[in-house]
């Protein structure tokens, strides 16, 4: 059974960098059918698409972020991650990883999501 | 960048009617659209991919149809469990979403 996790601080303060990892058990980062996303919910509010990663390292990220977000991929521990710089307030939200179809871009398997807050 | 419209964006139901939700995109997009369900403190859940394509497991009751433009989600006979918030999606390398159509009872 497929299980993706996030774990990652809960508190960051503005202008640091915000880190979470997606473990993925019952299933291998290395498969090539899949990409590695991530998607952001602030309270309240709408999905935002964040990026993709495929195994091989090729990335694809939402322009809007762009310029901070770096997503890696650790193919020995099967696990990917997220970086995104220069946090602000605005970045508070609920942080998904998700399983990402190659081909269709859908996200058919999720994490259970990790609030993270921009506090000082 | 295409945008993603939903019509409409609360919908009052009551269990065993007939749902629909439209979702409209700015440019057309062919059948890359997706269809997810979430509820609250959960991550969303796919419902349909390829406009119309319904995902292993989710209940027969939705359905959903349109290519290029405009697209819709039905679902054929309301449940007590499907009163949650649903999303469109454009299904690209940086895949957007609609903004949600919250179906309550």
């Known amino acids: 059974q497929l299980q993706l996790q996030e774990s990652g601080p809960g508190l960051v303060k503005p202008s640091e960098t915000l880190s979470l990892t997606c473990t993925v058990s019952?299933?291998?980062?290395?498969?090539?059918?899949?990409?590695w996303g991530w998607i952001r919910q602030p309270p309240g509010k709408g999905l935002e698409y964040i990026g993709n990663?495929?195994?091989?390292?090729?990335?694809y990220y939402n322009p809007s972020l762009k310029s901070r977000v770096t997503l890696s991929v650790d193919t020995s521990n099967n696990q990917f991650s997220l970086k995104l710089s220069s946090v602000t307030a605005a970045d508070t939200a609920v942080y998904f990883c998700?399983?990402?179809?190659?081909?269709?871009?859908?996200?058919?398997?999720w994490g259970q999501g990790a609030l993270v807050t921009v506090s000082s | 960048d295409i945008q993603l419209t939903q019509s409409p964006s609360f919908l009052s139901a009551s269990v065993g009617d007939r749902v629909t939700i439209t979702c409209r995109a700015s440019?057309?997009?062919?059948?890359?659209l997706a269809w997810y369900q979430q509820k609250p403190g959960k991550a969303p859940k796919l419902l349909i991919y390829a406009a119309s394509t319904l995902q292993s497991g989710v209940p027969s009751r939705f359905s959903g149809s349109g290519f290029g433009t405009e697209f819709t989600l039905t679902i054929s006979s309301l449940q007590p469990e499907d009163f949650a918030t649903y999303y469109c999606?454009?299904?690209?390398?940086?895949?957007?979403f609609g903004p949600g159509t919250n179906v309550d009872i």
């Open positions: 440019q057309g997009i062919s059948s890359y």
């Open positions: 990663i495929y195994y091989s390292g090729n990335t």
């Open positions: 019952g299933g291998s980062v290395s498969s090539s059918s899949y990409y």
């Open positions: 998700a399983r990402v179809l190659v081909g269709w871009y859908c996200s058919d398997f």
């Open positions: 999606q454009h299904l690209n390398s940086y895949p957007t």
